[in-house]
């Protein structure tokens, strides 16, 4: 994202830095940038219909939409692909609703709903398989992280703590972690 002509637009470019082109044009903003994983879209938002959506566009500016449809989603934001690229997760929040989590398939069709949007959900994260997803909810009364699978259902609470737990990611360790009491303790001397 640059600001450039005035006001933030999405641009490619090549690794090395050249071949700089810009993707959007457009009075309003443009921001937060997001490759697909395949390498096929960027997802990013834009407040360019007077609301904050997500949109997505091809590498070379084409096909450009946004992911939500008829906007029955409300304000967006957070979008995560999922591994594969073939889906995109975001936060939506419509009117007399709070923050739920969406899924909208890139082949088309309008996003469905994952969770209930009677709590405050928000910054979904794929599995690496793409089977699952975590997120952060409020439906306890304390923010914690929960799991689901990929088509909303089995919705389990993974933490139980005072405070806020926040930005779920997932990670492959290159090693299998080590386990056991004492495990993984750095001895000193």
Wanted: no cysteine; glycine share 12%.
């Amino acid at each position: 994202m640059s600001s450039r002509t005035g006001d933030p637009e999405i641009y490619v470019m090549k690794a090395d830095g050249t071949d700089v082109r810009q993707l959007t044009n457009f009075h309003m903003e443009d921001m937060a940038p997001k490759w697909s994983p395949d390498g096929k879209w960027i997802a990013f938002l834009s407040d360019r219909e007077g609301r904050v959506r997500v949109f997505v566009v091809k590498p070379d500016g084409t096909g450009m939409r946004a992911v939500s449809g008829s906007q029955v989603t409300g304000e967006e934001r957070e979008p995560a692909w999922s591994p594969d690229g073939k889906k995109l997760a975001f936060v939506g929040r419509a009117k007399d609703q709070k923050a739920r989590i969406w899924v909208a398939d890139m082949a088309g069709g309008e996003p469905v709903a994952l969770t209930e949007g009677k709590s405050i959900d928000d910054q979904p994260a794929w599995s690496p398989d793409g089977k699952y997803v975590v997120y952060v909810s409020e439906r306890t009364g304390d923010v914690e992280l929960f799991l689901m699978r990929a088509n909303g259902s089995g919705q389990t609470q993974l933490t139980n703590s005072k405070g806020a737990d926040w930005l779920p990611r997932w990670f492959v360790p290159k090693a299998p972690l080590p386990a056991g009491p004492g495990a993984g303790r750095a001895e000193g001397t």
